[in-house]
């Protein structure tokens, strides 16, 4: 069975950094590119980032440029976001996606 | 960068309904489009891919059409479990960019 795995949200002061990992099972994840997308309290879903299927290539939101990078470990099914000098305007449920047609079930960060 | 202007942002419909959700693309994306529902507490899922291809498993009264810059979510006869908030992404190029949203709720 599929699955996406996310963790390492919590609570975080300005200006500090997190790190979300997502682990996949049940299907070969070293054959997909994944994305992050966020959804804000009151607010739509925004894509965050995206990492080739062999880690060769990563994009991101306007939004995060600079402060977060995508990466991932194909021996261990993981894909990670580093996210760095955090905002208030990052609290949000990250939610980790293979290719968009299967999603994690999200983690939440407060940046507070 | 790709801005998707969707509309409306929120409608009021009874069941047995018909839904009609538009997206607008600020330049050409040809069919690379997808329409997501997203309902409190779950991870949206992927209603439609490739502006009107219907993701396996969702019901046939969802369907997409349009090209280029115009786009199309419908949904033919409105269901209880369809209240939720829906858009559109599109993926021609980065950054990635959804639309704002359509909240379809209960009238």
């Not at chain 1, 790190?19 to 309290?41: E, I, K, N, Q, T």
């Not at chain 2, 997206?23 to 949206?44: T, V």
């Not at chain 2, 219907?54 to 409105?78: A, C, H, K, N, Y």
Request: hydrophobic share 30%; aromatic share 12%.
């Amino acid at each position: 069975q599929e699955q996406l795995v996310e963790s390492g949200g919590g609570v975080v002061q300005p200006g500090r950094s997190l790190r979300l990992s997502c682990a996949a099972s049940g299907f070969m994840f070293s054959r997909y590119g994944m994305h992050w997308v966020r959804r804000a309290p009151g607010k739509g879903l925004e894509w965050v980032a995206v990492i080739w299927y062999d880690g060769s290539e990563e994009y991101y939101a306007d939004s995060v440029e600079g402060r977060f990078t995508i990466s991932r470990d194909n021996s261990k099914n993981t894909v990670y976001l580093q996210m760095n000098s955090l905002r208030v305007e990052d609290t949000a449920v990250y939610y980790c996606l293979r290719r968009f047609d299967f999603w994690g079930q999200g983690t939440l960060v407060t940046v507070s | 960068d790709i801005q998707m202007t969707q509309s409306p942002s929120s409608l009021s419909a009874s069941v047995g309904d018909r839904v009609t959700i538009t997206c607008r693309a600020s330049q050409g994306i040809g069919n690379d489009l997808g329409w997501f529902q997203e309902k409190p507490g779950k991870a949206p899922k992927r209603l439609i891919y490739g502006a009107s291809s219907l993701q396996s498993g969702v019901p046939s009264r969802f369907s997409g059409s349009g090209s280029g810059t115009e786009f199309t979510l419908t949904i033919s006869s409105l269901q209880p479990e369809d209240f939720a908030t829906y858009y559109c992404l599109q993926h021609k190029s980065f950054p990635l960019t959804f639309g704002g949203g359509t909240k379809v709720e209960i009238k």
